[in-house]
C-alpha cells in the first residue's frame, strides 16, 4: 500500500460502527434486537414481521431509520434513543488507535448514519473522544443516510471538505460507491477484502494501516 497515494489528503473521514471498533464487539447485535422491537410496539407488528421489515428498510433505504421516516413519519429521535440505549462495556480503550489517528496530517472527522450523541459514548468507550476535531451523525445530513450522495454533500459542505484531498474508512462497500465518485480516496475496513470498481485499499487492521502512511 504506497504511503505516496494519500500524500495528497488533507481530511480524513472514518464511519464510526464496525471501523473505530471492531465488529468483534457486536454492538450491532444489541442495536439490531432495540430496533425490531421498536418496530414491533410502534407498527403492532409480529416478531418475525418486525424483523424482516427493518431488514427490508436497511436494503432499500441505506438504514432502517430512513425507512420508518419515509414509509412510517417517525420522529428520528425517540427511535433513536430507543435503539442507542445499549450496553457499551464490550468496547475497550485502543491507544495505539487514538496516536495513530492524532498523528494524520489535517483535519480528522467521523461521519456515522448513527446520531452524534451515540457517537460520543462510542468514541468515549474507545478512548477516541479528543481524536477527532468533528463529529457528524445522520442528523447533520438532514435525516438522509448514507450511501445517498446528498447525504455525503450535506456533510462534506459543512465541514469544508474538499472530495479531491479527502480519504473515507468505512466498513459497508455500499457507503464507498458516492465518496469515490466524488473524488476521495476510498478504504475498506473489514475482516475480509471485498474487491469491488470503487475501493482503493482494504485493512482489517486500521491502526497499522494508519502506522504505514505517518511512519
Known sequence: MPAEHFTHIRTWVFDLDNTLY???ARLFDQ?????TAWVMRKL????AEADRLRADYWADYGTTLA??????????WP????VHDIDFTA????PALAETIRALPGRRIVYTNGDAPYAAKVLAARGLADAFDAVYGIEH?????KPERQAFETVFATDGVDPEAAAMFEDDTRNLAEPHAMGLRTIHVAPT????????????????FLTRLIA
Do not use: C, F, N
Open 193 to 208: 477484502p471485498d474487491p469491488q470498481p470503487h475501493i482503493h485499499h482494504h485493512t482489517d487492521d486500521l491502526a497499522a
Open 141 to 145: 445530513a438532514g435525516w438522509r443516510p
Open 22 to 24: 471492531p465488529p468483534s
Open 31 to 35: 442495536i439490531e434486537v432495540k430496533m
Open 44 to 47: 403492532d407488528l409480529s416478531h
Open 91 to 94: 468496547l475497550t480503550p485502543d
Open 79 to 82: 427511535y433513536l434513543e430507543d
Open 67 to 76: 425507512g420508518l421516516m419515509a414509509r412510517h413519519d417517525i420522529d428520528p
